[in-house]
């Protein structure tokens, strides 16, 4: 039978979530696993992953080596096996869990859930591996932590997994510990995946059937109704750009988890506080009967100090607070 190879001995988070993430493609899924640092087993496997001090991406997948650079597409920070093996398999993983197919539209869904998990994910454990800190060192230097969260992160989790050197272990103790740590990470990644795959693309097509149907909800085009809660802010700022509508939509109605309704609005981009259109300034910190009475309604809610938010029980009600807010 082929194997897959990577190093044996103490074990880090990169292989275990590579070695996870190759697995779960039918190709590689009966494979044995062997763990060593024999030339020779190298040579008799399929895929290497994390030892060798080769990488061409096909058979080696090392990061070690002194005149190692890769990056994935778009980004700067160095890969480790983790980033090397999703980098060159990550998209088949995607479509063969999510069941995707090789349509255009398939493809692109498939790259957008790629670049997502990699930028939200896989891109700390390449960090991570690499020694390569999340912060300006220059702008850090001066600051002392307020306590210590080492043991929160996952790499010291999968590291802690390690036996214990006054055990005195065997190769076999730790070979049965990485298959722990291997299967911890992909617990992992199965979470991510299920957020950003299954529910990104079910979010992606609640919202692009929102903006479309923009008119309906109201003749400006710029408030949008969600049929179903979902995270959409993402999908809202590309679905605008793919139609060239960018900055159109300046609200958002959905109901939450009372069964009351939202009025959300629309930061100026993904990171920003600041909001394209505010809810009417004399409404802000106004609640139930005083807001209902201003706005002219039966069942206002409130409207939050800020004018970010509000809400309405009945959907009439919140189009109203939006339209008017326009």
Not at 160 to 170: F, I, V
Request: proline residues 2%; charged residues 30%.
């Amino acid at each position: 039978m082929s194997k897959i190879c990577t190093h044996s001995g103490s074990f880090h988070a990169d292989e275990s979530l590579a070695v996870y993430m190759l697995q779960q493609l039918p190709k590689y899924s009966q494979y044995d696993l062997i763990r060593s640092r024999d030339p020779k087993d190298w040579e008799e496997s399929e895929i290497v992953i994390d030892v060798s001090g080769k990488y061409d991406g096909e058979k080696y997948f090392d990061h070690h080596q002194r005149e190692f650079f890769e990056t994935f597409p778009g980004f700067s920070t160095k890969l480790s096996s983790a980033g090397l093996i999703y980098k060159h398999f990550g998209q088949d993983i995607i479509k063969h869990k999510l069941n995707l197919t090789d349509s255009v539209q398939d493809s692109e869904i498939i790259k957008g859930i790629w670049e997502k998990i990699y930028k939200e994910f896989i891109e700390s454990i390449d960090a991570n591996d690499n020694g390569i800190s999340k912060y300006d060192e220059s702008a850090t230097a001066s600051l002392e932590p307020k306590f210590v969260d080492r043991s929160l992160m996952l790499p010291s989790i999968i590291a802690n997994l390690n036996p214990q050197w006054y055990n005195d272990p065997t190769p076999e103790d730790f070979d049965k510990q990485f298959l722990k740590s291997s299967a911890l990470m992909g617990q992992v990644f199965e979470n991510v995946l299920e957020y950003h795959g299954v529910s990104w693309v079910k979010s992606k097509a609640i919202v692009e059937d929102a903006i479309k149907g923009r008119f309906d909800v109201d003749k400006s085009g710029a408030i949008i109704k969600l049929e179903k809660y979902c995270q959409w802010k993402t999908h809202l700022y590309n679905t605008e750009k793919e139609l060239g509508i960018e900055e159109a939509i300046k609200f958002v109605l959905y109901k939450d988890s009372s069964n009351s309704w939202r009025i959300s609005t629309v930061s100026v981009n993904s990171g920003s506080f600041e909001f394209r259109l505010g809810i009417k300034e004399k409404w802000r910190g106004i609640r139930d009967e005083e807001l209902s009475k201003m706005v002219g309604i039966e069942d206002g809610i409130f409207v939050h100090a800020n004018g970010f938010i509000g809400g309405a029980k009945s959907f009439e009600s919140a189009l109203k607070i939006a339209r008017e807010s326009l």
